[in-house]
């Protein structure tokens, strides 16, 4: 059975900088492609951030672009979000998830599960 726990949030004030991690019990956890979601209080969840099985690949929404840095160890079947110069519209509860196929690599939501609780960040202004 899936199961990811995420940790590393936090209230943190506009400019500032977190690290998500998600440990992730998968089995063949590096043949999995590992994605990162968000969602505030009233919005779409949005898909922010996704990195393939290797780890050789990474993509990023447009909103976090050049802010935020997805990261995995497949050694320890981690997966982490380096989050920097975050904004009061980073607030949202983070949500990682796990690729629905294995060797395969896509940044399409629809194409990944989401098995933990989240992780709550408040971003101050």
């Known amino acids: 059975q899936v199961q990811l726990v995420e940790s590393g949030g936090g209230l943190v004030q506009a400019g500032g900088s977190l690290k998500l991690s998600c440990a992730a019990s998968v089995r063949l956890f590096s043949v999995y492609s590992m994605g990162w979601s968000r969602q505030a209080p009233g919005k779409e969840r949005e898909f922010v951030a996704t990195i393939s099985g290797p780890g050789s690949r990474t993509d990023y929404a447009d909103s976090v672009k050049g802010r935020f840095t997805i990261s995995r160890d497949n050694t320890k079947n981690m997966v982490y979000l380096q989050m920097n110069d975050l904004k009061p519209e980073d607030t949202a509860v983070y949500y990682c998830?796990?690729?629905?196929?294995?060797?395969?690599?896509?940044?399409?939501?629809?194409?990944?599960?989401?098995w933990g609780q989240g992780t709550q960040v408040t971003v101050s202004s």
């Open positions: 998830a796990v690729g629905r196929r294995s060797y395969y690599y896509t940044t399409s939501s629809a194409e990944y599960d989401y």
